[in-house]
């Protein structure tokens, strides 16, 4: 599956962004996708993902309740939509594609070594 992140950009606190996640050749293989970051001089960590199938959302602590993602119905694009944005959350954003729904409750879609596609960065940078 070809991954594609695009919508990152420079925004003050307090603003948003919708990234999106344009997938080819995703649903048939992929019942999984995720957002994941990294900033500069930290690991990469899970920050959201989206079950194709039962449309199920997991969300890390920091971004509950700011971050939304949500999947299109014919299972091409993943978009996150971020409000809120805090300067923390500035980092290279990407997503991922794993071969298999997160079960409910998991915390697997923190592990970027469960995911199995993954996309080119797109920047997201939050100015205080």
């Known amino acids: 599956v070809q991954l594609q992140a695009s919508g990152g950009g420079l925004v003050q606190t307090g603003g948003s962004l919708r990234l999106s996640c344009a997938a080819s050749g995703f649903s048939a293989e992929h019942d999984a996708v995720g957002w994941f970051r990294q900033a500069p001089g930290k690991e990469r960590e899970g920050v959201s993902c989206i079950n194709s199938g039962d449309g199920n959302a997991f969300y890390e602590d920091s971004v509950k309740g700011r971050f939304t993602i949500s999947i299109d119905n014919d299972l091409s694009t993943v978009y996150l939509q971020m409000n809120s944005l805090k300067p923390e959350d500035t980092a290279v954003y990407y997503c991922?594609?794993?071969?298999?729904?997160?079960?409910?409750?998991?915390?697997?879609?923190?592990?970027?070594?469960?995911?199995?596609?993954w996309g080119q960065g797109t920047l997201v940078t939050v100015s205080s």
């Open positions: 991922a594609a794993a071969l298999a729904a997160i079960p409910s409750g998991s915390t697997w879609y923190r592990l970027p070594s469960y995911f199995t596609s």
